[in-house]
């Protein structure tokens, strides 16, 4: 999650590097610097080495200060634009993304859904 939040936040809304590249979580990780995990097969996912949760939570941190230095510069004329988007689909608005972030991503569908794997895993009640 912080992954998509150090991309939509410091690459695309703020037009930097992501703190992935520029704090170097990508070796201090082994992960590739240009990969996200999207697409990757249960093999790939089987592969993915064992981080101590220090450093999961350091870049997590990172992400947000990055995050929340992004938001403090932006103003409301910033909300309805778009940034340099290199997929073939229209670029979204700023707001658009902060929306989909906090929503989605964020409090929404993809924390439940790791809460919903942990249930099943650990069972009801643990």
Known sequence: ?????????????????PVWITDDYCTRFRLPATETGYGHSAEDVAEFP???????????DAVRART????DSLTEDDLSQTRPWKRGDPP????WVLGHVLIEIEQGQHLGQVAYLRGILRGIGN
């Open 50 to 60: 064992a981080l101590p949760m220090a450093d999961v939570l350091g870049y997590f």
């Open 1 to 17: 999650m912080a992954r998509v939040e150090d991309g939509w936040y410091s690459m695309y809304i703020g037009q930097g590097e």
């Open 92 to 95: 979204p608005t700023v707001a």
């Open 68 to 71: 929340l230095e992004v938001l």
